[in-house]
């Protein structure tokens, strides 16, 4: 069982920057797919980027391109997202993910993002 806790959310003005963290236990970390997914209230959850075991791929959604950034420290088994130039349309539960080449995929509990206007 791989298990996830993510930290790092919080309040922030439309413009500011949070970065978020995600530390595995439980398994290899370097061996995992990892990613970021959010929901807000009411809609579904949503991928945002995903970095890739092989090969060092990263896909970025729509949403987040040209403002968020993942990247990953299999030294210390964490995942990072940073986020800039923040809006409230990004105000959601933000979930780390882990996708193993078994497909088992594992969800932290997720840290809560609010962007104020």
């Known amino acids: 069982q791989v298990q996830l806790e993510e930290s790092g959310g919080g309040l922030v003005q439309a413009g500011g920057s949070l970065r978020l963290s995600c530390v595995a236990s439980g398994g290899t970390f370097s061996r995992y797919t990892m990613g970021w997914f959010r929901q807000a209230p009411e809609k579904e959850r949503k991928a945002l980027v995903a970095?890739?075991?092989?090969?060092?791929?990263?896909n970025y959604a729509d949403s987040a391109k040209g403002r968020f950034t993942i990247s990953r420290d299999n030294a210390k088994n964490t995942l990072y997202l940073q986020m800039n130039n923040l809006k409230p349309e990004d105000t959601a539960v933000y979930y780390c993910n882990a996708a193993t080449a078994s497909f088992d995929n594992y969800w932290g509990q997720g840290t809560q993002v609010t962007v104020s206007s």
């Open positions: 970095t890739f075991t092989s090969g060092g791929r990263t």
